[in-house]
Nanobody, 121 residues
Framework: QVQLVESGGGSVQAGGSLRLSCAAS????????MGWFRQAPGKEREGVAT???????GYAEAVRGRFTISRDNGQNTLYLQMNSLKPEDTAMYYC???????????????WGQGTQVTVSS
């Protein structure tokens, strides 16, 4: 099974950018459908962006046009480029993987431990 480790979170001011990475080990990432999710305190986990094995992407309405998901199968890494960040983007961000494409539903089988993103106004 695949193991996932996120990195790249931090604190930024509104309007800033961050790039999250999700490094996979144990198996090749190329076999998996992937997603980025986030969870703010007191809220449910929500899908942010997703990518299939061929590179087709999907985004939540709240981040479309600001966030970009990508994958580098050679590096076994998933990325999330986040631009024009807003305070409401503050959350713990998780990457997830599965052999079934759940799109933005948080029903993926494999999850990382999360990386915190904090956006101040």
């Amino acid at each position: 099974q695949v193991q996932l480790v996120e990195s790249g979170g931090g604190s930024v001011q509104a309007g800033g950018s961050l790039r999250l990475s999700c490094a996979a080990s144990g198996e090749s990432l190329s076999a998996y459908y992937m997603g980025w999710f986030r969870q703010a305190p007191g809220k449910e986990r929500e899908g942010v962006a997703t990518i299939d094995r061929g590179g087709t992407t999907g985004y939540a309405e709240a981040v479309r046009g600001r966030f970009t998901i990508s994958r580098d199968n050679g590096q076994n890494t998933l990325y999330l480029q986040m631009n024009s960040l807003k305070p409401e983007d503050t959350a713990m961000y998780y990457c997830a993987a599965d052999l079934v494409w759940w799109y933005l539903s948080p029903t993926y089988t494999y999850w990382g431990q999360g990386t915190q993103v904090t956006v101040s106004s």
